[in-house]
């Protein structure tokens, strides 16, 4: 299955979605191809969103972005993000990464909340949190509502042909928004024969039977990066600030970048394999 098959059979308008990643893996491959297929109205989730989600925002895939920190990792803001709240293109729900990775935590354990300890801030206003009273002491506990998506997006670095997902690397909140969902999708930079990867046990972020679909993808990860792999395109973050800051020339890259190429394989030729070697060397890590 490719992976414009597999997000057009999987992913529909309306509909919660997750692309996880955290600093590394994340799924951009994905994310382009859902703008590639004119999505829209979609609730974008992510604990950290970066330079992918305000990408999808700019091309106006989303009707709401549920999140705990956004920003381009080292240089900044996200400007067509920003741009996107301050005009009621999209309205948001923001919360810590506590609360965000306790949402994914009731979703995964099949619960309705999670209780908390932590104390009410000023995000309060911008998510949703209720209090329950405590049956076996009277106390009155905060809680946070699960979080369960329509479909979570990885990307990994292996997977085999029985669907199990191996990463290298930080992990994140990848396992607790993956196990939240309904659906997972999967991009993997290689898959390989069934049960070849088997001594590579302590890397298994998901088993395959929680997994419903998995594509090829390699560089699936790019501009971030994938550990062991390749690296991060540190020149794209950093011009990305110029590119979003002006809605005319955001709207040209994606022209060109993203509807301008046919798949995720057009937009690496458009990279050029010179530019993809040195990532794979390391020669743009920062």
């Not at 705990?68 to 803001?77: D, E, F, I, K, T």
């Not at 301050?86 to 990775?101: L, N, R």
């Not at 690397?169 to 930079?189: D, N, P, Q």
Request: net charge negative; charged share 20%.
């Amino acid at each position: 299955m490719t992976l414009s098959e597999m997000t057009g059979e999987y992913i529909r308008d309306g509909m919660t979605i997750y692309l996880a990643g955290f600093s590394h893996l994340i799924p951009f491959a994905a994310g382009h191809e859902l703008i590639r297929q004119h999505r829209q109205h979609l609730t974008l989730c992510r604990a950290t969103p970066d330079l992918l989600y305000d990408q999808m925002i700019a091309a106006g895939v989303a009707d709401r972005v549920v999140f705990s920190y956004a920003g381009n990792p080292g240089v900044g803001l996200l400007p067509a993000f920003r741009r996107a709240v301050e005009t009621g293109q999209i309205a948001i729900d923001e919360y810590t990464h506590f609360e965000m990775v306790a949402r994914l935590e009731a979703g995964a354990a099949g619960l309705p909340f999670w209780p908390l300890r932590s104390p009410v801030t000023d995000l309060a206003p911008h998510n949703v949190r209720r209090t329950v009273i405590c049956p076996y002491t009277g106390q009155e506990i905060p809680t946070v509502p699960a979080l369960v998506p329509d479909v979570t997006l990885v990307h990994v670095q292996a997977a085999d042909e029985e669907g199990n997902l191996y990463v290298e690397g930080l992990v994140g909140e990848m396992r607790e928004a993956a196990l939240a969902a309904r659906t997972v999708l999967a991009t993997a930079e290689q898959i390989y024969p069934a049960r070849s990867l088997r001594q590579r046990r302590s890397s298994l972020l998901l088993p395959g039977f929680r997994v419903t679909a998995a594509a090829v993808v390699p560089f699936g990860a790019h501009p971030s990066y994938a550990a062991g792999l390749y690296e991060r395109d540190s020149a794209f973050y950093q011009a990305w600030t110029a590119i979003a800051g002006d809605a005319n020339r955001c709207q040209s890259w994606l022209e060109e970048w993203i509807y301008g190429t046919e798949n995720h394989q057009a937009y690496l030729t458009k990279l050029g394999h010179p530019q993809l070697e040195m990532l794979r060397m390391g020669e743009h890590h920062e």
